[in-house]
C-alpha cells in the first residue's frame, strides 16, 4: 500500500466519528432487551437490540474489524449471526447456536470479533436461534476500501430498507405451539417495511415509512429481506429501479420494476426519482408458488417528493400476484457477477466434489403430536437434529460422539424427485456433516422435490459466497442441464432459491476452515430440520487453519 493511501485512510478514520480512537476497529454495544413498540400497534413487548426495531445498522469499511459486545437481558438464550460475512478463520464469530457457538445464555455477554474483508455492499445481522429473529435485525452497510468507489454512479443518498415480517402473538408462542402440534405455525399478520406494519385491520399504520426524494436525484436502497417465512416483491408505482449488487458482490446492472429478494438475500437498487413532483405507493408482497397458506397481505409505504402537497394523492400500483413464478424467474435470471477486471468472477471451472442434495418435507411419527405424526423437512432425506455443544467446538477440540461426518453426497434412494413421490414420507435423523478437504471446489445440485409439497426454498450457506450456474424445473439432467452451466459471469451470493419443483446448481472453494452450516432460510423449514453443515479442513499453510477461540465464547 502506497505511503499516499495509507496517509488517506488515517486522516479519513480519524475524521470518521464513529471510530476516532482506534482506526480500523469499529466497537458496538448490543443490549438485547425487551421493549414495546408503539408502532406495532400492540402492548406486547418484543425483543430488540437497544430498544429499536429494526436493530441499529453495523457500518463498516472493507477491512475494518467489528468488535461487537452483545449483553443479554432477556430470559431467552440469544446468539446473532452477521448474514453473509465470510468469517476467515472466525467461525466462533458466525453465531448460529449449537453450530458454530454456544447460546449467550441470560445475563452474559460475548464479543463477536472478526474481520470484513474482500465484501463491500449490504448484508444483514439477526438472531439464529429460536424464531427470534423475527424482530432481532439489521443492516450491515460495508462501504469500499478507499480509492475502490462504486463501479456506478454515486448514488445522492443511501437509504436502508428493511422488510420484515410480524405476528401479534409472541412468536416463540407461536413456534412452540406448532412444535407441539407438529403441524405448521400461524403464518404472520402483516409484513414491514423499516419496522411500520402499513395498513392492517385494526392497526392505523401510524404514518408508515415515508421515502422522501428530490426531483432528478438518484438513490440507493438497500433493500434486506428479514421476514422469517417469505419471499417479497418490492415495487415502487411509476419508478423502476437498477439493480447494481446482490448479498454483497456487484452484478451487471439491469432494470425491472420488481425486485424480489428472498429471507436472507440483500439487493442494492438505484432508483431515479425522475417524475418531479408526487406521491407514489411502494408495495411488499409475498411470492410463493407454492399451494400453502400464507399471510397474503401488502405492506405499504410512500415515495413522497419534497414540494409535493400533502393534500396531493398517491399514485397506486398492483403488486404481483402471489404465484407470479415467471416475474420472479425472470428476476432470477437477469442476475449476473459484473466480472469486470477490478472484480473478476472466480467460479471453479472443475470441481473435486459434485453433490446432488434433494430438499424436501416429510412426515414422522409422533405419539404426542395431533394427527400422530409431525411435520419435518430434510437434506438427501436426513433432518438434522441439534447437537448439545456447537459442532466447532466439538470439531477444534476433538470432543467425539457430537456428530459424525457421513452426510450423504448423493439421494440416499433415488426416485423422480418431481414426479411421482414414495409413499413412505419417513426420514432419517441425524448430527451428520458432509467434510471437505482445505480449498476443495464443490458443486452442489439442489434438487427440490414433490414429498407433501412443491415448495420454493431460499437456501443459505454460511462461511463462504457460492456462484450459481444453472437453475432449471423438473429434475436435474447431468448430461444435458451441465452442459448449459454459465461458468462465465454466474451470479455469486450467498443464499438462492430452489424453484418450486425445479433444481438449482452451485458451486464454491471450501478456502475457509471451519463448520459452515447449510440451511433453507424459511425459518419454519430450518425448524423441520432442513439443515446440515460442511465441516472444512485446516490447510497446511500457516493462514489455512481455524483460530482458537475467544476466551469468552459461551459454554454450554
Ligand atoms: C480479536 O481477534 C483477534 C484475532 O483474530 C485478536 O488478535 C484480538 O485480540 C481480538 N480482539 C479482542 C478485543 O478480543
Ligand atoms: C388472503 O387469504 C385469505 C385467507 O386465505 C383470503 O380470504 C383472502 O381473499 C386473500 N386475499 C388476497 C388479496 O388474496
Ligand atoms: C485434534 O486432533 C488433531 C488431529 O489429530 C490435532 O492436530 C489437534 O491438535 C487436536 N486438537 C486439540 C485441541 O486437541
Ligand atoms: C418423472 O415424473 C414426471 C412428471 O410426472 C414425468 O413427466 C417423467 O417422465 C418422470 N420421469 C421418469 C424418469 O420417470
Ligand atoms: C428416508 O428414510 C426413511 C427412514 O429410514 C425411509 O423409511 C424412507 O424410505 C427414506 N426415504 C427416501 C426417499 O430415501
Ligand atoms: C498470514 O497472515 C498474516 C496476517 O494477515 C500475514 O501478514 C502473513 O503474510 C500471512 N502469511 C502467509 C504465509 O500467507
Ligand atoms: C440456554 O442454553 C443452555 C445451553 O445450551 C441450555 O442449557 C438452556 O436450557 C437454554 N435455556 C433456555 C431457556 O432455553
Ligand atoms: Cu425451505
Known amino acids: 500500500m ?114 470484513v474483508s474482500g465484501q463491500r455492499g449490504t448484508l444483514l445481522w439477526h438472531a439464529h436461534i429460536l424464531w427470534l429473529r423475527a424482530t432481532v435485525h439489521g443492516a450491515i452497510v460495508i462501504m469500499p476500501k478507499i480509492g475502490l468507489p462504486y463501479p456506478f454512479p454515486k448514488p445522492h443518498k443511501e437509504v436502508v430498507v428493511i422488510l420484515g415480517e410480524w405476528w401479534k402473538l409472541d412468536v416463540e408462542a407461536v413456534v412452540d405451539a406448532a412444535m407441539e402440534s407438529g403441524l405448521a405455525p400461524d403464518v404472520s399478520d402483516a409484513y414491514t417495511i423499516n419496522g411500520h406494519p402499513g395498513l392492517i385491520s385494526n392497526c392505523l399504520s401510524q404514518g408508515g415509512f415515508n421515502l422522501a426524494v428530490e426531483p432528478g436525484k438518484t438513490y440507493m436502497l438497500r433493500i434486506i429481506n428479514a421476514a422469517l417465512n417469505e419471499e417479497l416483491f418490492l415495487k415502487i408505482a411509476g419508478h423502476k429501479f437498477t439493480v447494481v449488487e446482490v448479498d454483497a458482490v456487484y452484478v451487471k446492472p439491469f432494470i425491472t420494476d420488481t425486485v424480489l429478494v428472498a429471507p436472507g438475500q440483500t439487493t442494492n437498487a438505484l432508483l431515479t426519482a425522475d417524475l418531479g413532483t408526487g406521491n407514489y405507493l411502494v408495495a411488499v408482497s409475498p411470492f410463493m408458488d407454492s399451494p400453502i397458506t400464507v399471510d397474503n397481505k401488502t405492506a405499504i409505504a410512500t415515495l413522497h417528493y419534497t414540494g409535493t402537497l400533502a393534500s396531493t394523492g398517491t399514485l397506486l400500483t398492483i403488486p404481483p400476484p402471489r404465484n407470479a413464478t415467471p416475474v420472479a424467474a425472470k428476476f432470477s435470471d437477469s442476475l449476473r457477477s459484473l466480472n469486470s477486471k477490478k472484480f473478476p468472477c472466480r467460479v471453479p471451472l472443475n470441481v473435486d466434489h459434485s453433490l446432488l442434495f434433494t430438499i424436501s418435507l416429510g412426515l414422522n411419527p409422533c405419539a404426542t403430536c395431533r394427527n400422530g405424526f409431525r411435520v419435518v423437512a430434510d437434506i438427501n432425506n436426513v433432518t438434522f437434529a441439534m447437537p448439545e455443544i456447537s459442532l466447532l467446538n466439538s470439531h477444534f477440540f476433538n470432543i467425539t460422539g457430537v456428530f459424525t461426518d457421513d452426510f450423504p453426497g448423493n439421494p440416499p434412494t433415488p426416485y423422480n424427485y418431481t414426479g411421482k413421490q414414495p409413499v413412505n414420507l419417513g426420514t432419517m435423523i441425524g448430527t451428520r456433516v458432509y467434510r471437505l478437504g482445505y480449498n476443495s471446489r464443490v ?29 432449471g424445473l423438473g429434475n436435474f439432467n447431468p448430461e444435458e442441464d451441465s452442459k448449459k452451466f454459465n461458468l462465465v459471469d454466474p451470479v455469486e451470493r450467498n443464499t438462492v432459491q430452489v424453484p418450486s419443483g425445479g433444481w438449482v446448481a452451485i458451486r464454491f472453494t471450501a478456502d475457509n476452515p471451519g463448520v459452515w452450516f447449510l440451511h433453507c432460510h424459511l425459518e419454519v423449514h430450518t425448524t423441520w430440520g432442513l439443515k446440515m453443515a460442511f465441516l472444512v479442513d485446516n490447510g497446511k499453510g500457516p493462514n489455512e487453519s481455524v483460530l482458537p477461540p475467544p476466551n469468552d465464547l459461551p459454554k454450554c
Not at 413498540?37 to 441499529?56: A, D, E, Q, Y
Not at 412443491?454 to 450457506?461: G, K, R, T, Y
Open 2 to 115: 502506497g505511503a499516499r493511501i495509507r496517509m488517506l485512510m488515517l486522516v479519513t478514520c480519524l475524521l470518521w466519528p464513529a471510530a476516532i480512537v482506534e482506526c480500523g476497529i469499529r466497537r458496538y454495544k448490543f443490549n438485547v432487551v425487551m421493549t414495546t413498540m408503539t408502532r406495532l400497534c400492540s402492548s406486547k413487548p418484543i425483543v430488540t437490540i437497544n430498544g429499536r426495531f429494526p436493530g441499529p445498522t453495523i457500518y463498516a469499511t472493507e477491512d475494518d474489524t467489528l468488535l461487537i459486545k452483545v449483553v443479554n437481558h432477556v430470559n431467552y438464550n440469544m446468539s446473532i449471526h452477521w448474514h453473509g460475512i465470510k468469517q476467515f478463520r472466525t467461525g466462533w464469530a458466525d453465531g448460529p447456536a449449537y453450530i458454530t457457538q454456544c447460546p449467550i445464555q441470560p445475563r452474559q455477554s460475548y464479543v463477536y470479533n472478526f474481520t
Open 443 to 471: 458443486q452442489v445440485v439442489l434438487q427440490g422435490t414433490g414429498m407433501i409439497v412443491v415448495e420454493n426454498h431460499p437456501i443459505h450457506l454460511h462461511g463462504v459466497n457460492f456462484f450459481v450456474v444453472g437453475r
